[in-house]
């Protein structure tokens, strides 16, 4: 019998090359809203480069752009390195040139739309909690985009949200799986805006006209909100019940300079609340919260406050880099 010893006659078998791993679905989710907030920041610098672009208003909501994109990237991870070399003769993907700013515009409404599917799609909370304020972000970007230049602002909300209830229930967030939020995190939400109303209550008693009638708005609406959220939770006029009479407020209301301030806080605190509920609710369950964290954002900027990178995430870099 003959055996071939291949390693004494200097033979070797060939093993193939490391094969790029494939994204799981939660990878491609993180992939793609970088890929997006790299997208809009070269979008935004090219056409700040533009005649129409220099324009200060224009210029100032760009760099924004830029500098917040920037930032979502970075907090996203950055882009995937899989470590392998790429194979030869594999075209670079590049991003079209800008041509004007109208296109920043429309790439800001599409990149907003993908983020709200995916924030309410993704099987990881945490990371749909930060998806859904970069969303957010992007949507205060476009329409402060559209402001600055005349423009329409884009469609922000995907069809399949946009043709929904507009002001769904808070028994709407439970998935078709039953991964929905327990009574203590509906408790929450339901304690949070029931203080959200207290507080402008308080704030309308202290200012007139149009800021007093907003304030009445708000807290009609807030309480409204909790109401709903308690029901959920089944909680409403039980001991289980969180929600008090009365609320602590800050000193010096009679200055309208503070109780506009008050109803800042209010709103953050309601965005706040809103994020971390999505980041505790189950995948294809969060649209209600969602919408709810984009509402205060709006909101608080209704009441002064000055648009951030992150709405909702504290933790999170808070102040604009301008």
């Not at 800008?98 to 990881?124: F, I, K, N, P, Q």
Request: net charge negative; with cysteine.
């Amino acid at each position: 019998m003959t055996v071939l010893t291949l390693g004494a006659c200097g033979l070797r078998v060939e093993t193939p090359p490391p094969a790029e791993p494939s994204p799981d679905a939660v990878e491609q989710v993180r992939g793609r809203t970088v890929a997006d907030s790299l997208d809009l920041a070269a979008a935004a610098e090219a056409a700040a480069a533009l005649p129409d672009g220099a324009v200060p208003s224009v210029a100032t909501v760009l760099a924004d752009v830029v500098a917040y994109a920037e930032q979502h990237a970075e907090q996203l991870g950055g882009e995937y390195v899989s470590g392998l070399p790429s194979p030869t003769g594999t075209p670079s993907a590049s991003t079209p040139a800008t041509r004007s700013v109208a296109e920043v515009l429309d790439r800001l409404g599409s990149a907003t739309r993908t983020a709200l599917t995916d924030a309410d799609a993704v099987a990881d909370g945490p990371l749909a909690r930060l998806v859904a304020s970069v969303a957010t972000s992007r949507g205060e970007l476009a329409v402060r985009l559209a402001q600055a230049t005349g423009a329409e602002v884009p469609a922000l909300v995907p069809d399949q949200v946009a043709t929904a209830d507009p002001s769904p229930t808070p028994g709407s967030t439970e998935s078709p799986a039953g991964d929905a939020l327990t009574a203590a995190e509906v408790a929450a939400l339901a304690l949070v805006h029931d203080e959200a109303g207290f507080g402008f209550e308080v704030v309308a008693a202290k200012l007139a006209g149009d800021q007093r009638t907003a304030a009445l708005t708000a807290a009609a609406a807030h309480r409204a909100r909790s109401e709903e959220w308690a029901a959920a939770a089944g909680i409403d006029g039980t001991a289980q019940d969180p929600r008090r009479a009365s609320y602590s407020v800050p000193g010096g209301l009679d200055d309208p300079v503070v109780a506009t301030a008050l109803g800042r806080t209010l709103e953050t605190s309601v965005a706040d609340a809103c994020a971390n509920a999505v980041a505790q609710a189950g995948a294809g369950s969060r649209a209600a919260l969602i919408d709810g964290l984009r509402r205060a954002t709006v909101d608080a900027a209704a009441w002064g406050a000055t648009p951030v990178p992150f709405p909702g995430l504290p933790e999170r870099a808070q102040q604009p880099t301008g």
